[in-house]
């Protein structure tokens, strides 16, 4: 547990370095099994993930009970119910990353790399807004991720999901780059229609 607390504190640190999150925003979590049970360590609410310690993790069950002191992201129900729904993810970043969040803005899509693994969509997976923090968001949230590794959330942010907190983090910032890369080339396009 303490490894898994201490490597969500580094990637914490990591993204919001790489400004995929700001001031207090973005979330992180990661699964793993205590005798019987699934325990979720998650960031807690309303603190920059630049300044979290060992202390700020909150532990959580499954049914969103909280284990420990601390008050969970706000978030903490997107958190559940995509792990209720994916036995096989053991780690989730949530950011607000400004090339990939601007597309979730706009009415354009990020389409799929090879970075993503095997390419079976043209575009990442997306959904509908909800109200940050909601229970319509957690729902559509964990029936729109699939059996994908990223949904964009529409006017808000994304998620990223895989086995484990190293991967879900460079996803995240593949997504960030993969956003970046073709917001460029939208440029570059727009500006060889005006010469």
Not at 46 to 73: W, Y
Not at 165 to 189: H, S
Request: hydrophobic fraction near 35%.
């Amino acid at each position: 547990m303490k490894k898994n607390i201490a490597e969500i504190i580094e990637i914490s640190r990591e993204i919001y370095d790489k400004g995929l999150v700001s001031g207090k925003s973005g979330n992180i979590s990661a699964r793993f099994k205590n005798e019987t049970k699934d325990i979720i360590a998650i960031t807690p609410t309303l603190k920059s993930l630049s300044e979290l310690n060992e202390k700020d993790i909150v532990l959580v069950d499954l049914d969103g009970n909280v284990l420990t002191k601390g008050k969970p992201s706000s978030e903490v129900n997107m958190h559940l119910e995509i792990y209720k729904k994916r036995p096989d993810i053991n780690a989730i970043v949530h950011t607000h990353s400004p090339y990939a969040t601007g597309f979730a803005h706009s009415s354009k899509k990020i389409k799929r790399y090879e970075g993503f693994g095997a390419i079976k969509k043209e575009f990442l997976s997306e959904i509908e807004y909800e109200k940050p923090g909601s229970d319509e968001l957690a729902k559509k949230a964990s029936e729109g991720i699939g059996e994908d590794d990223v949904v964009v959330l529409k006017n808000h942010g994304v998620v990223c999901v895989a086995d484990c907190l190293k991967e879900a983090g460079l996803l995240a910032v593949f997504v960030e780059e993969t956003a970046k890369t073709q917001f460029v080339t939208y440029m570059l396009n727009s500006a060889e229609d005006i010469n």
